[in-house]
């Protein structure tokens, strides 16, 4: 190795994202560079959105991977649905939220806000509110805020949609591969996801979805879509059965996902689910139990990623810091109004595991005590064992 080429440490990875990934997964991505119209490779794409679809919870054709991270997927549906003049209804309980009404406004849709408090998902009493004033074309909505570890109830405020007649455009970057998604029984139109976390592939895809209806509108504009790049019209005369060339898609990147998705399919969904929500709810048993606060309500968790309170006089970046020097354990920091507030950490896809759990809780204890605060660390452990052994 040469002496001035930095080397990428081994890390444990329990953040937002990126997660750890199956060695399967690492395997994958060494498979050898093809064109991105080989026959062998085109096989590929189909796949994948052949084992995308259940993930979604979807029949829609238009199911495949955008290229570019899940703000690739995020900026594909809303530049696809939306078009100056527009008037769109944006939910906003977190950062992710509120990306969605930037984006919105940079297509000059004409954008109202439901604002929620951070820690607290989106009132469907108040979506209700604001859809009587009808119009909406779109209402946009986060399933799994990242920024603020808060699950969305969708079922009532998709019967709103539905009844209004409004698109709904659905942020799952964060649940997709960890917590049940219904975008057919939801009725929603635009969906999107990201490759790097419940998933378990490495970031620089984004899995999208769109209805018939939502292929239609896009279509069908008064004006044409500003994202030439990520125009669902040209990406699906590649994905689809033309094949006509739109872009050179990394083989290795979707051999990756394709790896991904087989696992997620020999696990089966619903154990992959419970998994998820078992490992959780041990991690929220262990913290609390060693005096730990949970930002989220439990009724409003999401099982995918955990924000916990940081306790007063806990410096933020010490303790993270710590964590990474000391254990190679990486964990994310609050956003936006959450900043310096809250720890968020990630149990998603193959990071998602028992072993993270107990190591986290230790590692969390040690960290602590560096600083002064003393943490029963030995019953965090068993609060965790406890619901582990169940």
């Not at 109202?112 to 408090?117: G, K, W, Y």
């Not at 590649?238 to 020999?266: C, D, I, K, Q």
Request: proline share 5%.
């Amino acid at each position: 190795m040469r002496a001035d080429r930095p080397e990428a440490p081994l890390r444990k990875l329990m953040g937002p994202g990126p997660l750890d990934v199956h060695p399967r997964i690492y395997s994958a991505l060494t498979s050898p560079v093809i064109g991105h119209l080989d026959p062998a490779y085109l096989k590929v794409l189909d796949r994948i959105g052949a084992l995308l679809r259940p993930v979604f919870g979807t029949q829609n054709r238009v199911t495949h991977a955008t290229p570019g991270t899940g703000t690739s997927g995020m900026e594909a549906c809303v530049a696809n649905l939306m078009e100056p003049g527009d008037r769109v209804l944006v939910c906003v309980h977190g950062y992710f939220g509120d990306r969605i009404r930037q984006m919105a406004q940079r297509q000059e849709a004409e954008v109202t806000l439901v604002e929620t408090e951070w820690g607290r998902p989106t009132d469907a009493t108040r979506v209700a509110e604001a859809l009587k004033d009808g119009g909406y074309k779109v209402l946009t909505l986060v399933h799994a805020e990242t920024s603020t570890g808060v699950l969305q109830p969708m079922d009532e405020i998709a019967e709103l949609a539905k009844a209004h007649g409004t698109m709904i455009l659905l942020d799952t970057v964060t649940s997709l591969g960890g917590i049940e998604v219904n975008v057919d029984e939801w009725g929603v139109d635009a969906g999107y996801s990201c490759s790097q976390k419940c998933i378990g592939a490495p970031s620089g895809l984004a899995p999208v979805t769109f209805s018939d209806r939502a292929v239609d509108v896009a279509a069908n504009r008064k004006h044409p879509v500003r994202s030439w790049y990520l125009d669902i019209s040209l990406l699906d005369q590649y994905w689809g059965p033309e094949r006509v060339y739109h872009h050179t898609s990394s083989s290795t990147l979707n051999y990756a996902l394709l790896e991904a998705l087989l696992l997620m399919e020999e696990e089966g969904l619903q154990n992959r689910l419970a998994r998820h929500l078992k490992n959780h709810e041990a991690l929220v048993a262990g913290v609390e139990a060693m005096g730990l606060e949970m930002l989220v309500a439990p009724e409003h968790r999401l099982p995918t990623l955990n924000t916990v309170r940081i306790p007063e006089g806990v410096d933020d970046a010490r303790v993270r810091g710590y964590l990474l020097e000391t254990f190679g354990l990486e964990i994310g920091g609050g956003l936006g109004a959450l900043k310096g507030q809250v720890w968020r950490v990630g149990l998603m896809g193959y990071s998602s595991s028992a072993e993270n759990v107990l190591f986290f809780l230790s590692a969390m204890s040690r960290a602590l005590a560096d600083q002064g605060q003393v943490m029963d660390v030995e019953a965090g452990l068993e609060a965790a064992m406890l619901v582990l052994n169940a």
